[in-house]
């Protein structure tokens, strides 16, 4: 029994989130692999940061490595992450991990 490839979007596919004009760039290929890049990630560096705020930065990058995971397995799978309501979620998981882990 075969099973059925879901209809993949080829090439580069693009949104911004709204809120904090945060850039994502998911290139998906013709294997229905893909790449994942964006500015989500907080890699300010300060000399004389306190080892909490370092926890803290940690913990929020571990945060965005898990969303943005899951955001490309979904792009890949050819699940619609342009759709508003993807979005908006995904938007909404942004916001819950900023005010966990955000300054």
């Given at each position: 029994?075969?099973v059925?490839?879901?209809?993949?979007?080829?090439?580069?596919?693009?949104f911004?989130?709204?809120?904090?004009?945060?850039?994502?760039?998911?290139?998906?290929?013709a294997?229905?692999?893909?790449?994942l890049t964006?500015?989500?990630?907080d890699d300010?560096?300060?000399?004389?940061?306190?080892?909490?705020?370092r926890a803290?930065?940690?913990?929020?990058?571990?945060?965005i490595?898990?969303?943005?995971?899951l955001?490309l397995?979904c792009?890949c799978?050819g699940?619609?992450?342009?759709?508003p309501?993807?979005?908006?979620?995904?938007e909404t998981?942004?916001?819950a991990?900023a005010?966990n882990?955000?300054?």
């Amino acid at each position: 029994m075969k099973v059925k490839k879901p209809k993949i979007n080829l090439g580069k596919r693009t949104f911004r989130l709204s809120k904090d004009s945060c850039r994502v760039v998911i290139r998906v290929d013709a294997h229905g692999g893909g790449t994942l890049t964006s500015d989500l990630k907080d890699d300010s560096i300060i000399d004389d940061d306190h080892p909490a705020m370092r926890a803290r930065r940690f913990a929020f990058n571990t945060a965005i490595d898990g969303l943005e995971a899951l955001l490309l397995a979904c792009a890949c799978a050819g699940v619609d992450v342009d759709s508003p309501e993807y979005i908006q979620a995904f938007e909404t998981a942004l916001e819950a991990i900023a005010n966990n882990y955000g300054e």
